[in-house]
């Protein structure tokens, strides 16, 4: 038997692996279970899943063409003749019924040759403008994707890391920041206030809330609930005078600072991180759940809602998009929730446990309580 140096002993599952992975490669197989009544439907769903993987790039420009030319705003009363849309964007008319046909194949619109509709798909999205702010803000991803070798490596000038870090930004660039976040922030405080009640304390301080968006959404669902913001100055500035335009100066208070070292206020009795750990490496992570933990008495709540890694349902989500995604933003990582577990025990917490969401690909949300 032949030993390859530094390889692994081979488990049976490795075995049986390694079988289903031959079979599979085999273009014999292949036709086999494309032609077998009990194995084509799992066969045209997996050679399906596969063109996908290859395709998804057309798929999300196609997206992209779509939303640059507010489609599904300008289809959502009535259908417009593909003629009239290639005319209003200044393109040939083949051009602009080929673009037609491939978003109702995605079923983004619906088409009958000569008029274009809004499908199922381009409706939802309308129900969700974060999805159309993030499609427009992709150009900067696919750049650094471009050649995703080259990025892994470190070899290219990634456009992500130059846009997300507002630290010591100016007021233009920390607001760009903050209206691209304040986009997707109803539909992800949706799924957490469905998850978690509020009512039940006193006072909340958000850590790294940027303009004020989920604390706006929060409001009306906790009416009692005093309200506090922390984020870097030019950003907090931004917040306060969003929550004082929602109405709520009288209940709000609003600070800045770095909330990996500097004193956070003391009186809250729930600490809330919406998609802020994430965005940060271990160390960072770190020191912000420490300082977190500093500021609340003893069983006191903090509350952490992110997508996460290894969520069933949301797998691509995680490692697949948010892996590449923060990698290129060149700091943080998606991460599993028995990771924040132990994250949040080393910080001193207890009681770690997670809460259901509707759509977990959107966010998962945990909680834990100040030991």
Same mark, same amino acid.
């Given at each position: 038997?032949?030993?390859?140096?530094?390889?692994?002993?081979?488990?049976?599952?490795?075995?049986?692996?390694?079988?289903?992975?031959?079979?599979?490669?085999?273009?014999?197989?292949?036709?086999?279970?494309?032609?077998?009544?009990?194995?084509?439907?799992?066969?045209?769903?997996?050679?399906?899943?596969?063109?996908?993987?290859?395709?998804?790039?057309?798929?999300?420009?196609?997206?992209?063409?779509?939303?640059?030319?507010?489609?599904?705003?300008?289809?959502?009363?009535?259908?417009?003749?593909?003629?009239?849309?290639?005319?209003?964007?200044?393109?040939?008319?083949?051009?602009?019924?080929?673009?037609?046909?491939?978003?109702?194949?995605?079923?983004?619109?619906?088409?009958?040759?000569?008029?274009?509709?809004?499908?199922?798909?381009?409706?939802?999205?309308?129900?969700?403008?974060?999805?159309?702010?993030?499609?427009?803000?992709?150009?900067?991803?696919?750049?650094?994707?471009?050649?995703?070798?080259?990025?892994?490596?470190?070899?290219?000038?990634?456009?992500?890391?130059?846009?997300?870090?507002?630290?010591?930004?100016?007021?233009?660039?920390?607001?760009?920041?903050?209206?691209?976040?304040?986009?997707?922030?109803?539909?992800?405080?949706?799924?957490?206030?469905?998850?978690?009640?509020?009512?039940?304390?006193?006072?909340?301080?958000?850590?790294?809330?940027?303009?004020?968006?989920?604390?706006?959404?929060?409001?009306?669902?906790?009416?009692?609930?005093?309200?506090?913001?922390?984020?870097?100055?030019?950003? #907090? *500035? /931004?917040?306060?005078?969003?929550? %004082? +335009?929602?109405?709520? @100066?009288? !209940?709000?208070?609003?600070?800045?600072?770095? =909330?990996?070292?500097?004193?956070?206020?003391?009186?809250?009795?729930?600490?809330?991180?919406?998609?802020?750990?994430?965005?940060?490496?271990?160390?960072?992570?770190?020191?912000?759940?420490?300082?977190?933990?500093?500021?609340?008495?003893?069983?006191?709540?903090?509350?952490?809602?992110?997508?996460?890694?290894?969520?069933?349902?949301?797998?691509?989500?995680?490692?697949?998009?948010?892996?590449?995604?923060?990698?290129?933003?060149?700091?943080?990582?998606?991460?599993?929730? #028995? *990771? /924040?577990?132990?994250?949040?025990? %080393? +910080?001193?917490?207890? @009681?770690? !446990?997670?809460?259901?969401?509707?759509?977990? =690909?959107?966010?998962?949300?945990?909680?834990?309580?100040?030991?």
């Amino acid at each position: 038997m032949t030993v390859v140096a530094g390889a692994l002993p081979l488990s049976l599952r490795d075995r049986w692996q390694a079988i289903r992975n031959r079979l599979l490669a085999s273009p014999r197989f292949q036709h086999w279970a494309a032609a077998f009544p009990l194995t084509r439907p799992i066969a045209r769903r997996e050679a399906t899943a596969l063109f996908d993987l290859c395709a998804g790039f057309v798929y999300a420009q196609t997206l992209s063409a779509c939303v640059s030319l507010d489609l599904f705003e300008r289809l959502a009363k009535r259908p417009v003749a593909i003629a009239t849309i290639a005319a209003e964007a200044d393109m040939p008319g083949e051009a602009a019924l080929r673009l037609i046909r491939a978003a109702a194949a995605l079923r983004l619109l619906e088409t009958d040759g000569t008029t274009a509709r809004l499908g199922p798909l381009g409706a939802a999205l309308r129900g969700n403008p974060g999805i159309a702010a993030m499609v427009r803000h992709h150009a900067l991803l696919y750049r650094d994707l471009a050649d995703p070798v080259a990025l892994l490596r470190g070899e290219s000038d990634a456009s992500l890391a130059a846009f997300w870090p507002y630290d010591a930004a100016s007021e233009d660039r920390a607001g760009t920041y903050s209206a691209l976040m304040a986009a997707s922030q109803p539909m992800i405080a949706a799924e957490i206030l469905a998850a978690y009640d509020f009512r039940r304390h006193r006072r909340l301080l958000d850590l790294g809330g940027g303009d004020g968006s989920f604390l706006a959404a929060l409001a009306p669902a906790a009416p009692l609930l005093d309200l506090t913001l922390f984020d870097v100055p030019t950003v #907090a *500035e /931004l917040a306060r005078r969003k929550l %004082a +335009a929602a109405g709520l @100066a009288g !209940r709000s208070r609003v600070c800045g600072g770095d =909330m990996r070292r500097d004193p956070l206020p003391r009186d809250a009795d729930i600490i809330t991180l919406i998609r802020v750990l994430h965005d940060h490496d271990d160390d960072q992570a770190m020191a912000i759940l420490r300082n977190a933990r500093a500021a609340l008495e003893r069983g006191a709540t903090l509350l952490i809602a992110e997508p996460m890694a290894g969520t069933k349902g949301a797998l691509s989500m995680g490692d697949a998009y948010f892996g590449l995604y923060l990698f290129a933003m060149g700091s943080g990582r998606p991460r599993r929730p #028995a *990771e /924040l577990f132990a994250m949040l025990s %080393a +910080a001193g917490f207890t @009681a770690a !446990r997670r809460h259901a969401t509707n759509q977990p =690909m959107l966010a998962s949300v945990i909680t834990a309580r100040a030991a």
